[in-house]
């Protein structure tokens, strides 16, 4: 009896030694997988949304069977005072241990996991009259179940709240995230729904009703940081109201797009349809649309870049719905450059159809168009030259469809109705018979019906070659004249020293940029006395940032500019890191110095002379690179050191097997005795 209870006992303490031992292992796997995560967020954050939103680690608090952790997500704040509030959201993750949390095997799982985290949403400052609000309920709860391999199962749920301060009013129904994630954001599967929203602030007002979200997607393409989403992205919004007392009311219903890329070697082939039910601005009921649209032949490393700056976009207007700011000419300058890079590639585009349909008729156009390279033009909006290489469509208008929209045009409160439809049927016949003098097109059961076709640079209308400008005299019949204004006193205003071109890269301009963008630097000179601007390197992650010019002579300007970030001595980069990175970019090289010292450089030419617009977005590019590889670096060195901690927790548990087994041979030979 005390030999069995010898073994009993000995037993036992091994199952608890080697579940305590794995569970510790555990923690300390998550602890190191949860650092990298951050990183991983925070630079899909700074690609999709703004880089200016972070999440942070506040306190981790590691136990053996489960741990602790405190996140604080940090938004932009507006210009305000230095005493105002951080804008922060408090996030407390209690996270139990795998491989097989005691709770799994109380309720019959024996399945292996990672983790299970639960999640939620704690008061801070900034939202403590929010929680007040709503009766100090947490506003976000989650749970998420992480397997073996890093794959993260999210069931995340926003209970619904009413707020009000002043003038300003939320009402929130209520949301829901069901999603399925890979390790560092390299897949991404789930819906996100929300019931509904409605935010004003006295003077406008945003009213949101049944939206979702889905994606299936997995990162891909030759440049990994790129993150190019390939699979499948699908928004829906049930209905949408944007009313202001200083603008047109907006009003959408049943909107639905659906996004698809394909990855052929290098070349990204994508479609995207577009369904909105109705449409309605300033009280005028517009109809419905329709649109299929496929593109072949993209490359892969511009249209990543190009997705980035759209999603920013998108995000930027989400967060200030209530009062949009315009793009700013250099965001409309970027825009353009990266239209130039999709199209160097001589991707092809094709509608197939677009329709446009109201009560009274159906309009449609179907195209098919092949793009060349193109400059830009003078001032960085806009080609030089057409890009387009070759097009053929079809443009089919109802004239009832027309009549009712101009008919809604003229409609006022008090109205004669008669003469209404009078004004409205003669303005339909003037738009017609301009159409047909300038041979735009024929009339058909109702409908103009047009062709169109673009070849060796010539446009021909029906089989007819034809000049540009009737067609722009047409649609100027159209277009509200403050609208024609407006373009040209936009264009009116890019100054000379903007669309010139440079022949040299001037220091002054680069300083001007650089001052443009809140950059410190301190001016200086090399032995062979060519300027040295010193960037203060600031959160960027490099130890100093140098711009470095050559070739100056005794002339004011130079030749050349080289862009150099170095990092410490002591800064974790192995070589394969590096062999990858300058596998993958295709801008900024970088390579080990002798004291160990990572550096990154790149080079502008002025060869052939540059614009200035070339010139900002290049500087800003490699700002932007300095970050991505400061983010990599970091998460290849916590990589490392999980990587070394999982070696070191695997020789503890091998040590504890054996001190296991020499305790069950000392139980064992104690019972023969």
Request: no cysteine; proline share 2%; aromatic share 12%.
């Given at each position: 009896m005390i030999k069995k209870l010898t073994v009993t006992i000995a037993v036992l303490g091994a199952v608890v030694a080697a579940y305590s031992g794995a569970s510790l292992w555990s923690g300390m796997r998550i602890e190191s997988q949860s650092f990298a995560a951050v990183d991983s967020?925070?630079?899909?954050?700074?690609?999709?949304?703004?880089?200016?939103?972070?999440?942070?680690?506040?306190?981790?608090?590691?136990?053996?069977?489960?741990?602790?952790?405190?996140?604080?997500?940090?938004?932009?704040a507006k210009q305000e005072s230095a005493s105002a509030q951080k804008r922060e959201f408090l996030f407390v993750n209690t996270i139990t241990h795998g491989p097989l949390p005691l709770k799994n095997i109380l309720s019959g799982d024996f399945s292996p996991v990672g983790a299970l985290i639960d999640t939620v949403h704690a008061p801070s400052p900034w939202t403590e009259d929010l929680f007040n609000a709503n009766e100090r309920r947490p506003l976000v709860t989650g749970h998420t179940r992480v397997s073996t391999h890093g794959v993260a199962k999210l069931n995340w749920s926003a209970a619904p709240f009413s707020f009000r301060q002043d003038a300003f009013r939320v009402q929130f129904g209520g949301a829901q995230l069901k999603a399925e994630v890979g390790p560092r954001f390299r897949s991404r599967k789930g819906e996100f729904s929300l019931e509904a929203l409605n935010v004003t602030d006295g003077q406008t007002t945003l009213d949101l009703k049944a939206v979702k979200m889905g994606v299936d997607t997995r990162a891909s393409g030759r440049s990994g940081d790129l993150n190019l989403p390939l699979g499948i992205t699908r928004r829906e919004i049930g209905s949408l109201t944007w009313a202001s007392v200083n603008a047109p009311t907006i009003e959408l219903e049943k909107f639905k797009l659906r996004t698809e890329l394909k990855l052929d070697d290098s070349e990204v082939n994508g479609s995207t349809s577009l369904d909105i039910g109705s449409l309605g601005i300033a009280q005028q009921k517009l109809g419905a649309f329709k649109l299929f649209l496929t593109v072949d032949k993209v490359d892969d490393r511009a249209l990543g870049p190009f997705l980035e700056f759209y999603h920013r976009t998108i995000a930027r207007i989400g967060s200030n719905i209530l009062a949009p700011e315009p793009l700013s000419a250099t965001e409309i300058k970027k825009f353009w450059l990266q239209l130039q890079n999709l199209i160097k590639t001589r991707p092809s585009v094709r509608i197939d159809p677009l329709i446009w349909e109201t009560s009274a008729g159906k309009s449609q156009l179907s195209l098919s168009a092949a793009l060349n390279p193109a400059e830009l033009a003078s001032g960085g909006v806009g080609f030089r030259e057409s890009p387009i290489d070759t097009l053929d469509a079809t443009l089919t208008i109802s004239q009832s469809m027309v009549n009712e929209l101009v008919l809604q045009k003229f409609q006022t409160p008090g109205a004669n109705p008669a003469k209404v439809k009078g004004l409205a049927d003669r303005e339909t016949r003037r738009l017609t018979d301009m159409a047909l003098q300038l041979k735009f097109g024929r009339v058909q059961n109702g409908k103009l019906v047009t062709h169109f076709n673009v070849q060796n640079g010539e446009l021909r209308i029906n089989g007819q070659r034809t000049a540009s400008e009737p067609i722009l005299n047409l649609l100027s019949s159209f277009v509200p004249p403050a609208y024609l204004a407006a373009k040209s006193s936009a264009a009116s205003q890019v100054g000379p020293d903007e669309a010139a071109s440079l022949q040299h890269l001037d220091p002054e301009v680069l300083a001007a940029i650089l001052t443009d963008a809140d950059f410190s630097y301190q001016e200086s000179r090399d032995a062979e006395g060519d300027l040295v601007l010193k960037v203060s390197p600031g959160d960027s992650g490099a130890e100093s940032i140098e711009i470095i010019f050559s070739g100056c002579r005794k002339d004011p300007t130079c030749e050349d500019v080289l862009l150099r970030a170095t990092y410490p001595a002591n800064q974790f980069a192995p070589l394969k890191f590096v062999n990858d990175w300058n596998l993958r970019s295709r801008?900024?090289?970088?390579?080990?110095?002798?004291?160990?010292?990572?550096?990154?450089?790149?080079?502008?030419?002025?060869?052939?002379?540059?614009?200035?617009?070339?010139?900002?977005?290049?500087?800003?590019?490699?700002?932007?690179?300095?970050?991505?590889?400061?983010?990599?670096?970091k998460a290849a060195e916590k990589a490392a050191q999980k990587a070394e901690a999982e070696a070191a927790a695997a020789a503890q548990a091998a040590q504890a097997s054996q001190a296991t087994q020499t305790a069950e041979e000392a139980a064992k030979e104690a019972a023969q005795k």
């Open positions: 967020i925070n630079l899909h954050l700074a690609r999709t949304w703004s880089d200016q939103i972070r999440l942070t680690a506040k306190e981790y608090q590691r136990g053996v069977f489960s741990s602790q952790a405190t996140y604080v997500l940090t938004l932009p801008w900024a090289r970088v390579f080990i110095k002798e004291s160990g010292a990572p550096v990154l450089e790149m080079d502008i030419s002025a060869y052939g002379g540059i614009g200035q617009d070339a010139i900002e977005g290049m500087v800003g590019t490699f700002f932007k690179l300095v970050r991505d590889f400061s983010a990599e670096l």
